[in-house]
């Protein structure tokens, strides 16, 4: 969008502040909003940012072994492309953004500039990724001053999308007045547990349509006099709250599904298989981005739909990687894989970044994702998993950091100090909650995200 048309818009809507939002490493989006007669000034110069924000915790802790402390410069850069004026919130807009030096070059802990790399790395092979985050989050009603969750149905049940009407259609309508095309709704199997789908994005887009997405359900219900939460495990007796990461390759025309081969084994490619192969082998690192919380963990419960073993299978919901079978007649156009082991909680960009990176890597060496897993993986014993070499998930956030540290691919294709920085921001994390007491996380996390 020029910023003539930006202008105009801001004109016609009666906004008063432009916010330009970024998704730091913790995975919170944070910004700063500007008057729309500072606009020119803002896209010439960007917004100043300390250095020391992007090595924050959740918490907004800045740990000591941080390599970036309060001293040195960053510019919050917005993308006009991104320009939104906010449908739930009157009298505001606002822009995606980089994190740029202040001589304008992206910033070696920028999230979204990193996935801009290795978006650039697959384009120079040809290929492009198109992506949807698929998204659970928990509606919650004021009852006394006390947030509780909206009802406690059945999954998929026709009874909680009447109770829950009131609530879902105006993210709906906010999320569609931005371009984003929700695909199905439906109630989930946790107490007050929804789920809006929404269409693939191609590649940066994808990232930036889950930040507008949370941004969006978030902003919505809060208009609405309602909370949601994106807690991964916001009630130990329910189901918890995933983010499943649907992805395909396609040709740098978007014209031909890489991953689709009618001759293939349930209709997947060799390239299919081979980054599906990448991905399985450094899924133990790759959930210190995807699952990227204490809490994330607790979700992954044996037969409990959100896997628990390193494995890949046909349609299978417990598997870390599921072949989704297409659609008839579109098969060729919507068979794509999805990765299982991620929540709400991760930075989209970081997440994105390391299936990318670690799928190129099952390229680069034509690795082979073993044979498919036909059951659930936990009704298999202990000795049936151990001859298929199927290993548990990590069982912590510091046992995926530690697995993190050990991998060499995601750290060269993240790149050394982003991976250091990001370890000590996250085990700077861990001892906070450790050190608040039994109940910190559902105090630290139930709204956070």
């Known amino acids: 969008m020029q910023h003539e048309s930006i202008k105009k818009l801001l004109m016609e809507q009666g906004v008063e502040l432009v916010r330009a939002i970024y998704v730091g490493p913790d995975g919170i989006a944070r910004g700063k909003a500007f008057r729309p007669d500072s606009l020119d000034e803002i896209l010439e110069s960007g917004i100043g940012l300390t250095q020391a924000q992007a090595s924050v915790t959740v918490f907004d802790h800045l740990p000591e072994e941080s390599q970036f402390q309060p001293v040195g410069e960053v510019r919050i850069r917005p993308d006009v492309s991104t320009f939104q004026v906010l449908p739930y919130l009157p009298g505001h807009a606002r822009m995606l953004s980089d994190i740029e030096t202040i001589k304008g070059q992206p910033w070696e802990l920028c999230p979204r500039s990193l996935l801009k790399t290795l978006l650039n790395q697959l384009s120079e092979q040809g290929m492009v990724i198109r992506a949807a985050f698929e998204n659970e989050f928990t509606i919650l009603k004021n ?25 879902v259609l105006p993210i709906i309508s906010a999320l569609e007045q931005q371009g984003v095309m929700v695909e199905k709704y439906y109630p989930e199997a946790g107490h007050g547990q929804h789920e809006i789908p929404v269409r693939h994005q191609a590649g940066l887009q994808a990232a930036d349509q889950q930040v ?68 399985l082998k450094h899924a133990p690192a790759l959930m210190a981005f995807t699952a990227p919380t204490t809490n994330s963990y607790k979700r992954f419960v044996e037969r409990c739909w959100s896997s628990c073993y390193v494995c890949w299978g046909p349609d299978n919901r417990e598997a870390t990687v599921r072949a989704a079978s297409g659609f008839k007649g579109q098969e060729s156009a919507t068979v794509n894989l999805e990765f299982k082991p991620s929540d709400p909680t991760c930075n989209p960009y970081l997440a994105l970044a390391g299936i990318i990176c670690a799928g190129l890597d099952g390229i680069e060496n034509k690795a082979d994702p073993g044979e498919p897993v036909l059951t659930d993986p ?36 993240f790149g050394e100090s982003r991976i250091t920085d990001y370890i000590t921001m996250k085990r700077a994390e861990i001892e906070m909650i450790d050190s608040l007491g039994e109940d910190a996380e559902q105090s630290a996390y139930l709204f956070r995200f």
């Open 143 to 167: 009852v006394n001053e006390t947030w509780q969750p909206l009802e406690q149905l059945n999954c998929f049940s026709s009874a909680a999308m009447d109770l829950a009407s009131p609530y």
């Open 212 to 279: 507008v997405f949370k941004e969006t359900v978030r902003g919505t219900a809060s208009a609405n006099n309602f909370r949601v939460s994106f807690m991964p495990k916001a009630a130990p007796d329910s189901a918890g709250n995933g983010c499943h990461i649907h992805f395909s390759l396609w040709d740098s025309n978007c014209e031909k599904n890489l991953f689709f081969d009618s001759s293939g084994e349930y209709a997947l490619s060799e390239i299919a298989r081979h980054f599906m192969a990448g991905i």
């Open 378 to 413: 936990a009704l298999l014993s202990p000795q049936e998993r151990q001859s298929l070499g199927m290993a548990g998930y990590p069982t912590d956030l510091s046992a995926a950091l530690a697995a993190l540290e050990q991998d060499e691919v995601l750290r060269t294709g």
